[in-house]
């Protein structure tokens, strides 16, 4: 489960631990086909209603993302919306940690998230 467990009371989807890559890019960009300069990223943890990414980059806190990742148990790249809503660094890993809640998103792509975090939630020892 998601290492922040004091806040899982307080969510409305479930989240699992993942090892995910993520291309992500500012919303502020120019266009919205994802460019040459889209960066990428790992998903650490993910939910019907967001994901935390670990990134090279810090950024800042109501940054809206364009983000592209593909699931295990889907044949396409799902593509979605979401802002910047926790932020850390981690010396240790020497990476920056993101919570971003999704704010658009394709229902039928939440509806597999949900069903993919489900099922990794039970193969993961509670903390």
Known sequence: MSTDGDYAHLRKFVRAEV???VR???ED???SAMPSDAKTSEAIDLGGGGVRLATDEDLPLGTVLLLRFRIPTSDREMVMRGRIVLSFYKAN???FFHGIA???IDPADQAAIVRYV???AKEQPAL
């Open 24 to 26: 992500y890019r500012r």
């Open 29 to 31: 960009a120019s266009t």
């Open 118 to 120: 489900e099922e990794r």
């Open 93 to 95: 890993e020497q990476r």
């Open 102 to 104: 999704f704010t658009q």
């Open 19 to 21: 090892q995910l890559p």
